[in-house]
Every structure is written in C-alpha cells, then in structure tokens.
C-alpha cells in the first residue's frame, strides 16, 4: 500500500501574481480551479495593448474568436505557429482577419505554449490552444504577472517571430551570454526559465533532481529520457519517494522509461484518461514546480522549441500536488 502525503490546497490557485489553471475531464473528480480556456479567455478580453503567442496549435473556435475581438478592437495580436499545424479553418479565421502568423522552419516541432500579454503577464503550460484541450485532456496552465518576467519570454518569442529562428542550438548574436537571462524573483519566488533546445533543459532538470532530499512527483505525457529516468531511479535506490503518472499510450513502447522504472520498484502508474493525461510537470520536495511545454523526451531536448519553467514556492507546489494527487489516484 502507498501512502502518499499532502498538506490541503485551496480550491482556486490565486497567488495575487499567479493563477493556476487545471483541466476537469470526464472521469475525474471537479478540482475547484478554473480551466485554461476560460482563463486565457479572460486575459485575452483584458488585453490592452498587446499579446504575443507562441502556440503548437490553435483550434479552439472560442479563442480564436477572442483573439480576432482583440485584434479589431486594436490590440497587437502576433502569433507564432508550428508549422503543421498552420492551416484549418481557425487558422484561416485568424489569418482572414489580419492576425500576422509566423510558421516555424525548425527541423524540430515549435512545440511552445505561451503568451505575453501587455507585456506584464506570462501564460504557459501544458494547454494546447485546441478544441480537445479543456474537455477531454488533462492540462495546466500558469499565469504570472511580472515585467522582468515578461521580458525574458518575450525575447524568446521575438526570436522566433522577428528572427525566424527556431531549433538553434545556441543563442544568437555576439556575447549572448551578457545578455540572455533566466533568473526572477518576485517576492520570496525563486522563478527560472529555459528554452530548447539552446539551454539543454535536461541538464537543467537533472541537476535540479540530484538535489532532492525527500520525493519527487510528476505527471509526464512522455517520458523517454534516459538519463532523467535513472536520475530517478538513483534518487529512489537513496530513499527519496518517487512517485509518478505517465500517459498510457506509448508507456509500453522500447523507448519509455516506465517498465524500467516499475522494474525498479517506483510507484508510477498509467492514467486512466481514455485521451490524453497531457501534463509535463516535476514537483520536488514538494516546493520546487517545474512545468512548461517540455516533455521529457530527446526530441524536445536537442530538436523542438520549448520552454520549461521553474518556480520555488510550496502554495504553488500545493497546486500541483493536489492536481497530481487526483490524477495518480
């Protein structure tokens, strides 16, 4: 029998400067908090200014619409897609309505999903922009409000839109060292953002679980990453307390690290999500939250474009234990 531990969260994830966003599908148990669409809804309709996005996909007929609003009521809708995915009826819609929308020419997946909005708010997360997104996937998303923040995503995106780069391997421009950042702090947050896959997010992630004193929880779309699954099992073999949830399809395959894991005697578990537990989030110590776009795999370490981001603070933590919690159950 496994015991799992959590200290009680409250119902919604409102932090003052950050929200967290959590999908309900059917099967699940209601989590109190409000979903992704609803909530990037409401930040669309308070734009003012300006919202930059970068999006593996958008279909979702209602977020559309509301960034076609925004864009006719004057606010700087900009868009960065992958490339795949830029086609569809919404696309036309967007592209139909004046919205600029750069494709990705990577060799890799444009795989990001995040926003800047006014220049002050950061979206990001595992949410796609589609129609399956909120009713039928599992999903989160986190809104931050800060400028410095904003800063350092929207450079990435601006690189991406400006730029036209995309799956380069190192920053670019002379000296990108004195200039690249990913470090904020906002109150007693400790925040870290990371790109690939010029930031080599595994190693990033693996120095960060070499540290872990007491356990590790994370929710994992994909998870094929050798080095990250032994990092794992190491911490286990130390007495850490691993405990995991993976999506069901592909977990089987040669290339997934869960039999390996279940081998080794880590309580990680299949979902029972008959579409897609979509989640990619690494709780450690039950206060350092890792989540973005990025799924722990080669491709999105060495080829796609994505983003990870770090945050030390056990209320947000709390968040996604609960939301582990109701999924590993």
Partial sequence: LISLS??????????????VYFTSPPG??????????????????GARASIHGAFYSISSKSLAGKLIEAHRRGVEVLL???????RGAEFDRLTGAGIPVVSDTGRGLMHNKFAIIDGRIVWTGSYNLTENGVPKHNNNAIELESEE?????EAEFDEMYAGRIFGNRRESGALPFLTQRHYVRIGETDINVYFSPEDNIERIILKRLKKAKRSVHFMAFSFTSDPLGEELIALHKKGVRIFGVMERHGANSRESEFVKMRVEGLAVRL?????????KVIVIDERLVMTGSYNFSKSANRKNDENLITLDDPDIARQYLMEFKRIYR
């Fill in 271 to 279: 979902d029972t999500n008959r579409n897609q537990m979509h989640h």
């Fill in 149 to 153: 923040l904003a800063r350092i995503y």
């Fill in 6 to 19: 959590f200290v009680p969260a409250p119902t919604a994830g409102d932090g003052g400067w950050w929200c």
């Fill in 28 to 45: 699940f148990a209601a989590n109190g908090a409000i979903d992704p669409e609803t909530g990037l809804s409401r930040l669309i309709d």
């Fill in 80 to 86: 960065v897609l992958e490339r795949r995915n830029a």
